[in-house]
């Protein structure tokens, strides 16, 4: 059974940059045509996709947060990360990340969503 | 404001059925992609629910069924149960390369 999981700082200041990274296990990361996602959640809001990779390095991104975005992929530890500049407090959400069926596909496995907030 | 529509809110009675849509554009559910539905209970990562407009994931009860029809998509529910109370997004892909969702509906069972 595939597992994922997000870990990273707990909070972050405005003006810095978030940091998370997801570990995949029960599964490798270069195994089919899956790509790696992050979505974010604001509280009480709706989701929003952040951007997704393919292990071998192809990516897209949001493009209302492009120019903030990097996703990153580790084959040799298994996992993919996501780093997001600049934050503000309107970057505050629970941060997902997720596989998905190709770039257009449906986000089969997600882990269990980390709470990262924006506040100095 | 999120790319694809959906009510804020639905509700009904156990055993009954209800349906919640989800709007879109020529650009996204007009343009043949695919919509996918998702069961987010409180406090949890959200759940695949319906893929590919009408397919259910083992494990999801056949009471949950999806349909599209030009710019729209719909997530059916029969038999409701106080377990369904939940919240549900609709997922699509858009021209503009790019993953987007719907805002989701509260589904309060009565």
């Known amino acids: 059974q595939l597992q994922l999981q997000e870990s990273g700082p707990g909070l972050v200041k405005p003006s810095e940059t978030l940091s998370l990274t997801c570990s995949v296990s029960?599964?490798?990361?270069?195994?089919?045509?899956?790509?790696w996602v992050w979505v974010r959640q604001p509280p009480g809001k709706g989701l929003e996709w952040i951007g997704s990779i393919y292990y071998s390095g192809g990516s897209y991104y949001n493009p209302s947060l492009k120019s903030r975005v990097t996703i990153s992929v580790d084959m040799s530890k298994n996992q993919f990360s996501l780093k997001l500049s600049s934050v503000t407090a309107a970057d505050t959400a629970v941060y997902y990340c997720a596989r998905g069926l190709g770039i257009r596909g449906h986000l089969d496995y997600w882990g269990q969503g980390t709470l990262v907030p924006v506040s100095s | 404001q999120s790319v694809l529509t959906q009510p804020p809110s639905v509700s009904g009675a156990p055993g009954q059925r209800v349906t919640i849509s989800c709007t879109g554009s020529?650009?996204?559910?007009?343009?043949?992609?695919?919509v996918h539905w998702y069961q987010q209970l409180p406090g949890t990562a959200p759940k695949l629910l319906i893929y590919g407009n009408n397919n259910r994931p083992s494990g999801v009860p056949d009471r949950f069924s999806g349909s599209k029809s030009g710019t729209s998509a719909s997530l059916a529910i029969t038999g409701l149960q106080a377990e369904d109370e939940a919240d549900y997004c609709c997922?699509?892909?858009?021209?503009?390369?790019?993953?987007?969702f719907g805002g989701g509906t509260k589904l309060t069972v009565l």
């Open positions: 997922q699509s892909y858009d021209s503009s390369l790019r993953v987007v």
């Open positions: 029960g599964g490798s990361i270069t195994g089919g045509s899956y790509y």
């Open positions: 020529s650009s996204n559910i007009g343009a043949d992609y695919d």
